[in-house]
């Protein structure tokens, strides 16, 4: 088992960036890829990004794509997400999540353990 929990959300404007974080703790955590989910306010979860066990492939949502960048640091058992030119409708609860293993990155079912999300408000 492994527990998550994320740090790094707040209010900034639009064009700013922001750092998330997620800490992993119990269970080795190279043994899990990771990914990055949202939610917004009556919207379903979105897939933002995921990365595998060794950190070397990622993948990224098209509304992020080449804004940002999901990396991953085992030695200190932590996944970042640097998030760049913020739009508002980046607004919402990012969570990260852990995975065994998986075939459908994108895919909340895929992934066995959640955090809790750190609030992410970006204002026009």
């Known amino acids: 088992q492994v527990q998550l929990i994320e740090s790094g959300g707040g209010l900034v404007q639009a064009g700013g960036s922001l750092r998330l974080s997620c800490a992993a703790s119990?269970?080795?955590?190279?043994?899990?890829?990771m990914g990055w989910f949202r939610q917004a306010p009556g919207k379903e979860r979105e897939f933002v990004a995921a990365?595998?066990?060794?950190?070397?492939?990622?993948y990224y949502a098209d509304s992020v794509k080449g804004r940002f960048t999901i990396s991953r640091d085992n030695a200190k058992n932590t996944v970042y997400l640097q998030m760049n030119s913020l739009k508002p409708e980046d607004t919402a609860v990012y969570r990260c999540?852990?995975?065994?293993?998986?075939?459908?990155?994108?895919?909340?079912?895929?992934?066995?353990?959640w955090g809790q999300g750190t609030q992410v408000t970006v204002s026009s």
């Open positions: 999540a852990a995975a065994d293993s998986y075939d459908r990155f994108s895919y909340p079912d895929e992934y066995d353990y």
């Open positions: 990365i595998n066990k060794s950190g070397g492939t990622t």
């Open positions: 119990g269970r080795t955590f190279i043994t899990y890829a």
